[in-house]
């Protein structure tokens, strides 16, 4: 398994989560490692991105409740979750991808995150 997420669970709204996707070391390395989530019916959407030096974009949805970090020594990231909202809801998939002629991009199982009361 080169990505490996997990963390997602049931938390009431207003709660916190914290996501984590260790990968590969040679992903990990050479990748922008982000977040993405996905509900029923809709198209996969970024929710935060880290980039190899630290580079961070975050969806307007989450900008100041999402927190992403990469542990650099441990070949993982993270996603901070506060201020849950139940339109938070929805699958959470880590991915890392790096372009080299071509875009190369990998993928980890989804992570179920409900918020509901």
């Known amino acids: 398994v080169q990505l490996q997420a997990s963390g997602g669970g049931l938390v009431q709204p207003g709660g916190s989560l914290t996501l984590s996707c260790a990968a590969s070391r040679s992903i990990f390395s050479a990748s922008t490692m982000g977040w993405y989530r996905q509900v029923p019916g809709k198209q996969r959407e970024l929710v935060a991105s880290i980039a190899r030096f630290g580079e961070i974009n975050y969806a307007d949805a989450v900008k100041g409740r999402f927190t992403i970090s990469r542990d650099n020594a441990k070949y993982t990231i993270y996603l901070q979750m506060n201020s849950l909202k139940p339109e938070d809801t929805a699958v959470y998939y880590c991915?890392?991808?790096?372009?080299?002629?071509?875009?190369?991009?990998?993928w980890g199982r989804g992570t179920q995150v409900t918020v509901s009361s």
């Open positions: 991915k890392g991808w790096y372009t080299l002629g071509r875009t190369y991009d990998f």
